[in-house]
């Protein structure tokens, strides 16, 4: 191995975590960013400018490289599945976007190739599980008695297509996309609901709406309950109902709303993000609320999570606490949850 490990990341359609890697890469001594691709010209030369990298118009060539590690895949959804069978085969570890597909075939296939390859990959819908390793070892612990309950809103402004742009360009298109809000902020809490809970989620009852951009072809509002083999029961709103201070660009980002709930047989956890403290705790046998705030190292450069979690893993020999099975098995759970809207009734899944 190089003293380095080396990174591209391929597509600029989720710029947001393109542009967070590159920003927390040159002070994170384990990797470098060494090239991107993509197909507008535009983004592609400004981001190659910002970070004084190779801006490549084909992703051919950058999987072509045998000096590139780790390709970091941040194309549309409709290109992913296509993306991730190439860079596998092309002997590259990987760091997958989400959603991961458009189709449960599509996911399937990735995962065929990924696994015959034998290269690494962690699913980008998974950080969750890095961030809140803490949290989900205090629930282990009984701080709560046993989990019953998990709620989670998450609604925020309409995705941008780019920084400001004022659009939703890719992010509404149904040819690129499987859904709209519920699966772009939702893909997220239902691997964080499978790892939290430890269990499969065996039954969806799902709706969804256009309550706020009732012109985009996906939806901006979905809601739907989950139950657990193990019985614990889930609901998740997810939506781009936030439109203060205006519908579109600046993103508002800042007011949305995400709230986690989690009820145990004998206390509670609140976690909510963009608030200070940003967690509250009942715990077993307290007489009130505690309030905590966010544990942070005060002046440490960011962490490129999760392309750490993949180098550690890589250098240690193990595998990622999320791969991409594990991504398709949530994605199954979401493309469920259309399917229980479409149809007004629960769907069953089965993980025989």
């Not at 780019?162 to 893909?187: H, L, T, Y």
Request: charged share 20%; glycine share 8%.
């Amino acid at each position: 191995m190089a003293s380095k490990w080396r990174v591209a990341i391929l597509g600029l359609g989720h710029w947001y975590s393109a542009y967070n890697l590159a920003r927390a890469l040159p002070e994170y001594p384990k990797a470098e960013l060494v090239a991107v691709a993509g197909h507008n010209q535009t983004q592609l030369d400004a981001f190659a400018d910002t970070f004084q990298i190779e801006g490549c118009n084909d992703y051919e060539s950058v999987l072509a490289r045998k000096d590139i590690n780790i390709v970091h895949l941040a194309a549309p959804v409709a290109e992913l599945p296509e993306l991730t069978i190439r860079a596998a085969q092309a002997g590259k570890h990987i760091v997958l976007g989400k959603p991961m597909a458009m189709t449960v075939e599509q996911a399937d296939r990735m995962v065929e190739a990924v696994e015959s390859a034998k290269v690494l990959c962690m699913s980008w819908q998974s950080h969750r599980r890095l961030i809140a390793a803490g949290l989900k070892a205090r629930i282990d612990g009984g701080e709560i008695g046993e989990t019953i309950l998990l709620h989670q809103t998450c609604r925020w402004s309409i995705a941008e297509d780019w920084f400001r742009s004022g659009q939703p360009g890719w992010f509404v298109d149904p040819k690129q996309v499987p859904g709209g809000a519920f699966i772009d902020e939702g893909i997220y809490w239902i691997d964080f609901f499978r790892w939290l809970t430890g269990s499969e989620i065996v039954q969806v009852e799902a709706k969804m709406a256009n309550l706020v951009h009732q012109d985009i072809e996906v939806e901006d509002w979905g809601m739907a309950t989950f139950t657990f083999a193990n019985g614990v029961i889930a609901t998740l709103e997810a939506s781009w109902t936030i439109n203060a201070p205006q519908k579109t660009g600046p993103s508002p980002k800042q007011n949305s709303v995400l709230r986690t709930e989690i009820i145990g047989t004998r206390g509670e956890m609140i976690h909510q993000w963009f608030r200070e403290p940003g967690l509250a705790v009942l715990a077993s046998g307290a007489a009130d609320w505690v309030y905590e705030r966010q544990s942070q190292e005060m002046l440490a450069p960011a962490v490129p999570q999760p392309l750490d979690h993949l180098i550690d893993c890589l250098e240690n020999g193990k595998q990622t606490v999320a791969g991409i099975r594990e991504a398709r098995n949530s994605f199954v759970v979401a493309m469920a949850a259309y399917e229980s809207a479409r149809k007004a009734a629960p769907v069953q899944l089965s993980w025989a």
